[in-house]
């Protein structure tokens, strides 16, 4: 084993002894392919009012745009799947990933120690740490990194940890070992598709971002459009359905970070308690939680619209 194959196997073991569910290694380059496809899905506006996407273009497909001098992204992902979920059965929906605390600050914390045990053998190594908040292609990288593959559904999906997973990644000046990018494991499967009550998965790997329940409730700032109501199917924040049907998630084991616990509470909310939300309840039950995305005039706004 030569020095970079040991130093990347270390990299490794430090990620999940960090917490991680996973990390791989993938070399920097420009994502020509990606870049073409991501200006004609833009073009054609299937990123509905994200207006944002269509900014840092460049970013986005190279990362040395970010890093100068960057060598390899280092990929990780964390599991967020519950061991509970919410009583009520008519109770709103909220998707599982905002159950406990803001991830974004858990996952940077844990990225950049991860950066620091890289320092303390390159003291000189330049880095950054991306999660979900930088225009980065995050699911594209962890793909290339060998953690899975980008499933129909546009998600990235692991064959270990299933697509409940958070992504995040650390760009470098620094060489590594690199892995081989996960194959396609979706087969025949249509269930993502088929499942999707607004039709936002035009075909297999093609999101309409624009048709989307998570997008509605979480990006679109607007009064919601007419012609959704009744297809949320009781969603107010974010959307799960395409993959609760994901047959790689049948067998998803619950996390063991404590900081993505729900509130005391949370789970036990009925309907009428859902309805009766104070903006005091919201601010105590949500503080820490990425449902403040939407403020609570946003989560009224969603609690209306599914009102039957």
Known sequence: MNENEDFSCRIKQNAKLLGFNDCGISPVQHLEKEASWLKQWITSGLNGQMFYMSGHLEKRVNPEKLVPGAKSVISVILNYYPSDTQKDKEAPKISKYAYGHDYHKIIKNKLNRLLQFIRKTYPKVNGRFFVDSAPVMD??????????????????????????????????????????????????????????????????????????????????????????????????????ICQDVCPWNLKCLPHDEPDFNPHPGLMEMSKDEWSNLSEEDYNEIFKNSAIKRVKYSGLKRNLEFIKR
């Open 139 to 240: 699911k594209v990288w962890a793909a290339r990194s060998g953690l899975g593959w980008i499933g129909k559904n546009t998600n990235l999906i692991s064959r270990k940890n299933g697509s409940f997973v958070f992504i995040g990644e650390l760009i470098i000046d620094l060489e590594l070992e690199y892995d081989i990018p996960e194959k396609d494991y979706c087969g025949t499967c249509t269930l993502c598709i088929d499942a999707c009550p607004t039709g936002a998965i035009m075909e297999p790997y093609l999101l309409d971002a624009g048709k989307c329940i998570s997008y509605f409730t979480i990006e679109y700032k607007e009064k919601l459009p007419s012609e959704m109501k009744g297809k949320f199917e009781n969603w107010v924040f974010g959307c799960d």
